[in-house]
């Protein structure tokens, strides 16, 4: 399957189908409500999240945290002239801090997985 951050991946996307599935496309935030419909629905973490899933426990899949999943990672950024600031620097070390780790742990029933890699891990 090709992918590209600008366009977003469609069936028709699909380059080999050699068990010949048959796929549908459907809107991502139906997929909580017509998972009984289909043998398996793709389903967004955030989205499945809000549909009372829990992508680790749920889910028969859940993808690996590497460069192939950069697109869907959350990432705290700052204009250039502030990347020395040392109030936004104290703000990324306390996201990354146990306390605040544990709330979103609790939060979101520990179905959100911190990534600490540079951006540089991600092009």
Do not use: W
Not at 4 to 23: C, G, L, R
Not at 57 to 81: F, L, P, V
Not at 102 to 118: I, L, N, S, T
Request: hydrophobic residues 35%; positive net charge.
């Amino acid at each position: 399957m090709k992918s590209s951050m600008a366009t977003p991946v469609t069936v028709s996307d699909i380059t080999e189908n050699p068990h010949k599935y048959q796929f549908k496309q459907i809107n991502d935030m139906t997929g909580q409500s017509i998972l009984n419909s289909f043998d398996a629905v793709f389903i967004s973490n955030s989205v499945a999240f809000n549909g009372g899933l829990n992508v680790l426990k749920d889910s028969i899949y859940h993808e690996t945290i590497n460069k192939d999943m950069r697109y869907n990672i959350n990432i705290i950024k700052t204009a250039k002239k502030n990347e020395n600031n040392k109030e936004l620097k104290k703000l990324v070390k306390l996201f990354h801090s146990k306390e605040i780790q544990e709330y979103v742990g609790k939060k979101f029933d520990h179905k959100k997985v911190e990534v600490k890699k540079q951006v540089s891990y991600l092009k």
